[in-house]
């Protein structure tokens, strides 16, 4: 009720301030019997990290995860997996100068408005630091996915005005990760690395796009109505911090589109029912129909800038921001993984979801 | 866990095929003591229903809502308020054509996925029918939000290339309603007329784009992390027959911005907290800031179109559809309440879960 | 959240006031492809129904049920399944002497405390009439447990002081429904309906109990720590109206036992696991081992009694309130349906919930 | 869906295996501006932990609760409370005589039914250990039901035959906490802690009741149809670990009372709407009339005895199960503060979602 939850039998509970004692989590609905792979898990906390590279802030958190319950001998045993990772950064700092001060385009006012008071430290609740815990459920949730057969790739496809044009499916994802941007094309990854450094260096921070391109999905997954796999999907995807927008298969571009060029014709190959164009992005009613799920995320740029801005205090009062501290220019690269997290996390409820659709 | 209901609060469950007795639905947690306007629900069902103009699909439904339960001497007792509309049109109809064919773009192979079996006359539950029943629901969940102030405004601003470019803020609404594409601007709205019928000749169809301006939505609403106040917006429209897209205040464009032009800067008008720039639509941190909030919806072009189309049947043999009947050259004029209903829905129930924010 | 809604896979949400149009309800979460038998629906309908003997209620409703979707050719298609009865005996009565006056130990005065007003006819929201979609539904998870072997069992076992005291294993359940208070030793159910009809003659009411006892649970049924199975078997029952207690295998005396006599001990019997004693009534742990399950229910004497009684009305002033009407004497033999009804939807609920249990 | 949820605005999710790293959970939906009383807190878990008297176990843990989140400067922030009670004891135990035989009466063989294989030592999420999470969110439940007057006070009430037999409203509560078992009659105190001192020394464990009595709750907390108060106490009841009975008001009393009876007569006195008796328990149609609640609890013997007992072990082979270790010879005293939890939370969520009940 106070949206700390996600999912449905494949839940995530999540708790944790920015500068309190940890961040952490439940994940309930594990099936009993998964043997976990714990690299797997940190690999995915070290794509979001901070201070991994010269684009992404320099703070630096190690974020080790801590498993407390729910794993025995190396597996999975049904019940809930609790964990935490501690708040290393979190003593030292002094907040004096945001305490009773609004930044502009963040959370502090409508925190202020809705709780009457905040924990302003960092951001509180509504730092993006809240997002290392779907990291970890959304890790575990690719290794359900995986013996189904199911392959989640996000990517970096805007930065600004530079965008991949490439079509998924002819991209070569071993190079996602070669980059430090995560842009599967190098010639476009050097172009958005120098432009993130460009911005960094002015103390002021720009947008992007995350895409992701699902392949191995079985059809079937989604609920009729409200619960269709795309509105799960696109649920999960603005709840992430700075995100600002969501489409699907053909996206805002099947506003301008005529029905009889936008309709994919079924056709059968290889004893398998496929679609000659894929604008349906894989799912249709909001059903899955095995074919790539494919969408793209816009985030918007960082609110927090170098730059020193005009607001308004508690009292309201005229103030002034300055900008100061160790922020992202772009927050992109790193928010490939929570996308990738959050795929993975609506896709594994749906798919126990399904497993009682028929008798 | 099927996916029938919406809302945590404030909730509505539906049941209904396109072609079975009726469809309906259960509304609770409508509070107690809310005289109710049988009227202004009926005016909305007439909005959204089926033969209303010349763009519209001809086939009659009169769509006369019968209430069953939860209101007592006119006022809601805080009961559940059952509902019914019967289906008038379910008998006569033949649908031999598509009981064993896929229609591209639309659910019959994902349904058949699914649940082994479909209903497949006029397209069951994935029939758009199904809205009528949000669009009782989003006519009570206004009233409630009428009490507070809110109005909730929908509108057409985009069909094809034909797109709607005065902001909101400048748009004269009480024009809306004026104009069967229901676009508040008489000259786009003359334009989009003239193209709907121009595509409905050649047997075609379109997409387009619902936008939204909601205004006096008090600070507070929504809930941070998982349940943001655009994300429960978003997830409501993407469940939308025909969505392929949600963006909220800078939208995708925010991913070509830099900070330093996007952040929103705090004043203080009046003795009243403002922004004066409103990129972030009215939602900040997930959480409604007071101002109004924007947003956009794509139609994909509807999927049945009165041209021949190749498919596959159930066996996997190619085969053929053939478009008859009567159906909407664009979904986007009789969109327009749905996307109202939806909005009142979700906000509706994040103004009652907000109740509990404070001691 | 208004509590009109149980189970969380398998679910019932029901709306209706006693002299409303209709009372109904909505059944989400029927797997797909379950051939019905609406016929023993119906049956079940018409072992709750008023006026079915001498014993009970001398009222008259036919209570027949429409199904208005989810059930295309005799199937369930995964879609929710609505239905509504109508009431017939709705228009006719006179009421006044109930609108301002507080009937003792009925929930007149709480609901005007909750709601601020309520339908106060024939008990509105409140009446026992709304268990009548229980009956419906628990039918149908009947239907589904049936092709799992379970079988339920409902009986009375206790009417005032006369208690059936054979053991649940002893007792010929062919029998239960071949007197008219379903109890299925005819020498204890004649002393119960004596009792009846003597008391009923005395204007007076009368409480008894209803045990239940289901074989063929298969193990794992159930949840750890908050949803174990007896747990949301006592719930269901306990919002039976009436219910003043519910326990399961040794219940309440086990409060006097010693742990070397309540423990059951565990043996392997025909390659089948099982233990010497029940007291555990089929359930360690909050999960089904595969014994029979059994429990009792206890049900408070029906609080309309054709007798004046004293109590107040709306304004506090001291008042009298006049027994009228056909009320039943004894509620028992109609609520034997009933238990079984909520104990299926539990069972089903559990029995898909158990589905994802393991990889 | 795996159960380790409860409540619907005030959640606790629970983690975490007797001898894993930690137990712990998540409370969401405290609301916000709650100054909490810490010292309270830990008297509650010090009332429930082990080593406590001569007549509970001798086990030694701390229970030392750390707070993680959801606090600021002392006070709810209204973001979920992370907290983690350590696991002290976790590592020295040898469980071998356990981990391949099935104990009577204990949850081994169901969880390996229901997961395939579990975390044997101690009982792993069986434990009642467990219960220490609910006795931190319930203490703080308490504090928000201190603000609205609402007092829950538990006491054991019967210990094997030794029943406390005088009326809840004459007994002089502050005596609860004099002595070890916990029963305000210091007569039929003494005696029960010779019995169990008793039955401890044969090796032997003991039943008994706890009952409950709350005073303060306004009326109209409670949901008609399914979420009766009494229904959400009775399954919340049920959830403790050995209860096998739940009753409010007369209870199984109820079934051999006559309507003319058991009517609780309305009365207006100084002001204030009472009743003559109250086998209602406080409760009306599922909702509180104000009037005091009060229920009782039935505990079995633990299952854990000093004795042998004869079993089987996983492959079906007969075996043999030795007592030992340090275990509680009869629960009741210290699940007097687990039942107190349960009412707290349970009544605080019926307190929150009252607030949404009318306009």
């Given at each position: 009720m106070?949206g700390?939850s996600?999912?449905q039998?494949f839940k995530?509970?999540?708790f944790?301030?920015?500068?309190?004692a940890?961040?952490?989590?439940?994940?309930?609905?594990?099936?009993?019997g998964?043997?976990l792979d714990?690299?797997?898990i940190q690999?995915?906390?070290d794509?979001?990290?901070p201070?991994?590279?010269?684009?992404?802030t320099?703070?630096?958190?190690?974020?080790?995860?801590q498993?407390?319950?729910g794993?025995?001998?190396?597996?999975?045993?049904g019940?809930?997996?609790?964990?935490?990772?501690?708040?290393?950064?979190?003593?030292?700092?002094?907040?004096?100068?945001?305490?009773?001060?609004?930044?502009?385009?963040?959370?502090?006012?409508?925190?202020d408005q809705?709780?009457?008071?905040?924990?302003?430290?960092?951001?509180g609740?509504?730092?993006?630091r809240?997002?290392?815990?779907?990291?970890?459920?959304?890790a575990?949730?690719?290794q359900?996915?995986?013996k189904?057969?199911?392959?989640?790739?996000?990517?970096?496809s805007?930065?600004?005005?530079?965008?991949?044009t490439i079509?998924a499916?002819?991209?070569?994802?071993?190079?996602?990760?070669s980059?430090i941007?995560?842009?599967?094309?190098?010639?476009?990854?050097t172009?958005?690395?120098e432009?993130?450094?460009?911005?960094r260096?002015?103390g002021?921070?720009?947008?992007?796009?995350?895409?992701?391109?699902?392949?191995g999905?079985p059809?079937?997954l989604g609920?009729?109505v409200?619960?269709?796999?795309?509105a799960d999907?696109?649920?999960?995807?603005?709840?992430?911090?700075a995100?600002?927008g969501?489409e699907?298969?053909?996206g805002f571009?099947?506003?301008?589109?005529?029905?009889s060029a936008?309709?994919?014709?079924?056709?059968?190959?290889?004893?398998q029912?496929?679609?000659r164009?894929?604008?349906?992005g894989?799912?249709?009613?909001?059903i899955s129909?095995?074919?790539?799920?494919h969408?793209?995320?816009?985030?918007?740029?960082?609110a927090?800038?170098m730059?020193n801005?005009?607001?308004?205090?508690?009292?309201g009062?005229?103030a002034?921001?300055q900008g100061?501290?160790?922020?992202?220019p772009?927050?992109?690269?790193?928010?490939?993984?929570?996308?990738e997290?959050m795929?993975?996390?609506?896709?594994?409820?749906?798919?126990?979801?399904?497993?009682?659709?028929?008798?």
């Amino acid at each position: 009720m106070r949206g700390n939850s996600i999912g449905q039998l494949f839940k995530l509970h999540t708790f944790g301030e920015s500068h309190g004692a940890a961040i952490g989590g439940i994940i309930d609905g594990v099936p009993a019997g998964l043997q976990l792979d714990m690299e797997a898990i940190q690999v995915d906390l070290d794509r979001r990290k901070p201070g991994q590279s010269k684009i992404t802030t320099q703070r630096k958190e190690s974020d080790q995860v801590q498993f407390l319950s729910g794993i025995f001998e190396g597996k999975t045993t049904g019940t809930p997996i609790g964990f935490m990772i501690p708040n290393e950064d979190q003593k030292s700092k002094d907040y004096s100068h945001v305490k009773d001060v609004y930044r502009p385009s963040h959370a502090d006012y409508t925190y202020d408005q809705k709780f009457g008071d905040r924990d302003y430290r960092g951001g509180g609740r509504s730092s993006a630091r809240e997002t290392a815990c779907r990291v970890v459920a959304g890790a575990i949730a690719k290794q359900v996915l995986k013996k189904e057969g199911v392959v989640i790739r996000a990517y970096v496809s805007q930065v600004e005005d530079i965008q991949l044009t490439i079509p998924a499916e002819q991209l070569d994802f071993s190079k996602t990760e070669s980059n430090i941007v995560r842009c599967p094309d190098l010639d476009t990854a050097t172009k958005m690395i120098e432009r993130i450094e460009a911005v960094r260096k002015e103390g002021d921070t720009v947008g992007g796009v995350v895409s992701a391109f699902i392949t191995g999905v079985p059809s079937g997954l989604g609920e009729p109505v409200f619960d269709k796999l795309h509105a799960d999907l696109g649920k999960s995807m603005l709840s992430i911090n700075a995100v600002k927008g969501f489409e699907y298969g053909s996206g805002f571009n099947a506003a301008s589109m005529r029905g009889s060029a936008h309709n994919d014709i079924f056709e059968k190959e290889n004893n398998q029912v496929t679609t000659r164009t894929n604008f349906s992005g894989g799912i249709q009613g909001g059903i899955s129909n095995g074919s790539p799920i494919h969408f793209r995320v816009a985030f918007k740029p960082v609110a927090t800038i170098m730059k020193n801005q005009s607001t308004i205090d508690k009292d309201g009062n005229q103030a002034e921001v300055q900008g100061k501290g160790r922020h992202d220019p772009c927050v992109v690269p790193r928010a490939v993984v929570i996308v990738e997290a959050m795929a993975a996390l609506v896709l594994v409820d749906h798919l126990l979801r399904n497993k009682t659709s028929k008798i």
